[in-house]
């Protein structure tokens, strides 16, 4: 069996970066089209230029549901067909303590990592039924399972999204849709380089494998969830965290 | 009945036929789509997308949940024509 998505339609949210832009060139290196969000035009056309006429990027803003609707109708457009297979990868951190926690940055992380997720994937349910296919990933966190002091909206946003996979998994198991999720550790991204170095050893000197994991680490597990080899997986939770957190 | 009523039922019921796999004779006016035609929930759902479809309308959820029944259904998309 061949990893080959020829044909194929990928959406990936959050792909001007990090994890998400590993993810999108992973699928456009097995021959998929490609279509990336970013919060930002500039980002959007980033993700253009890099997927080189294999797809293309669009803006969308998760903490604005109508923006979300209106990528994923432009996503139909322009590829001529609902996404074969769906990557909810944006995401975004408010971090502080529970006690410091405003109800708008509990509530922004929600909306962006768990709300915006859950309506692209209704989005895409119903022309996937149709379609008797279709792969949905969502990426999730350690911190959804293990839980970090800090981070009481992510780590419930991510768990969120966990419960809500598995259940989804099993309404529409039978009409030939997979719904899992990749629930990375600690890699290297924007999002965790605003760590110093000592901080960063101190977090790697825990990890099993002694080192963070790369965007391609977690990507590698995504497109293996994407492909024919996955077909029997459903309604569960990759985790790729280099051993920090055995489930 | 009109010829109009005619067509939309051949056509319900044709969808009913095809999405559930039953026999045309199975589908009668009473009949409930799971208590007699084997539909579990999501069959229902994917009949109303169906429906939706077929006639280019969009059927509200609160209506969608009442449409249980081939009569209902066709009684709904007889209503809603126009």
Redesign the interface.
């Known amino acids: 069996m061949k990893l080959d998505f020829t044909n194929k339609v990928v959406l990936v949210t959050g792909a001007s970066r990090g994890i998400g832009k590993a993810i999108a060139l992973a699928f456009k290196d097995l021959g998929a089209k490609v279509y990336g969000t970013a919060t930002s035009q500039s980002g959007a056309d980033g993700i253009t230029e890099y997927l080189q006429g294999q797809g293309k990027g669009f803006v969308m803003n998760s903490l604005d549901s109508k923006t979300v609707e209106e990528c994923y109708n432009a996503v139909v457009a322009d590829a001529g067909t609902c996404p074969d297979v769906l990557v909810n990868n944006a995401g975004i951190t408010r971090d502080t303590l529970f006690m410091r926690m405003k109800d708008e940055d509990f509530m922004a992380v929600m909306q962006c990592n768990l709300l915006a997720c859950v309506q692209l994937c209704k989005l895409c349910v119903s022309p996937m039924m149709k379609k008797r296919a279709g792969r949905i990933i969502n990426i999730s966190s350690i911190v959804g399972q293990d839980g970090n002091a800090g981070q009481t909206n992510y780590a419930a946003a991510k768990a969120g999204l966990i419960g809500f996979s598995k259940s989804l998994a099993k309404e529409v198991g039978s009409r030939g849709i997979t719904v899992n999720c990749v629930a990375p550790g600690f890699v290297a991204t924007d999002m965790t380089a605003a760590l110093n170095e000592e901080q960063l050893k101190a977090w790697t000197n825990t990890i099993p494998l002694k080192r963070a994991a790369t965007p391609e680490d977690i990507a590698n597990s995504v497109v293996f969830l994407a492909s024919d080899m996955a077909s029997y997986i459903t309604g569960s939770t990759i985790d790729v965290n280099g051993g920090l957190h055995c489930n | 009945m009109s010829n109009d009523i005619k067509d939309i039922e051949e056509r319900v019921k044709k969808i009913i036929v095809d999405m559930l796999g039953v026999q045309p004779e199975d589908v009668v006016p009473e009949a409930s789509f799971v208590d007699d035609l084997g539909a579990?929930s999501?069959d229902t759902v994917?009949l109303v997308?169906a429906l939706e479809e077929e006639f280019e309308t969009d059927i509200p959820d609160e209506e969608a949940e009442k449409i249980n029944t081939v009569k209902a259904a066709i009684d709904y998309i007889t209503e809603h024509q126009n």
């Open positions: 579990d999501l994917e997308m």
